[in-house]
């Protein structure tokens, strides 16, 4: 399928086609999308290469510890839930401690449900994968706590 033509691009026009492109597979892929994962913000858990098995999820269906793929300007980048509520979702990187990004339901594009690297093929039902998730959610948790016990101590 070709996407666009040759007429000339105005500014910033070859970007909204392209996403609108990305979002659209992500859509139209009959309930399941393959992406690859870049970067090192989630590693070890996830690592530059892995490739990354996305299906649509309801609002309602998303839980603490899922790891999504959303939308922000013209990326569609992947990181673990830490909190929800009615309004949107509290996201971080499993690797980078400091990040932090806020998204509505309009913005959620998918869970990955699965990881295949090279060979191994690895699914959110699978007890590594949910350990894992537990390990990073109590990490939080500790780290939260040493934080409210450090206020503590100064007041």
């Not at 691009?9 to 892929?29: C, F, H, I």
């Not at 949910?130 to 503590?152: D, M």
Request: proline fraction near 5%; glycine fraction near 8%; include cysteine.
């Amino acid at each position: 399928m070709k996407i666009g033509n040759n007429s000339p691009k105005r500014a910033g026009q070859g970007d909204s086609v392209t996403k609108a492109a990305k979002e659209l597979y992500l859509v139209d892929s009959a309930g399941r999308a393959r992406i690859e994962f870049h970067g090192p913000t989630m590693e070890p858990f996830l690592q530059d290469g892995d490739q990354l098995t996305l299906r649509p999820v309801a609002w309602g269906e998303i839980r603490v510890g899922d790891i999504i793929t959303y939308r922000f300007e013209d990326k569609m980048p992947t990181c673990r839930i830490a909190r929800k509520s009615a309004r949107g979702i509290l996201l971080k990187a499993d690797n980078w401690p400091l990040y932090r990004a806020e998204v509505g339901p309009e913005d959620v594009l998918g869970v990955v449900t699965q990881r295949r690297r090279g060979t191994q093929l690895l699914s959110n039902d699978d007890w590594q994968w949910r350990f894992y998730s537990a390990l990073i959610i109590w990490k939080w948790q500790v780290q939260r706590l040493k934080q409210r016990l450090r206020q503590l101590a100064g007041q």
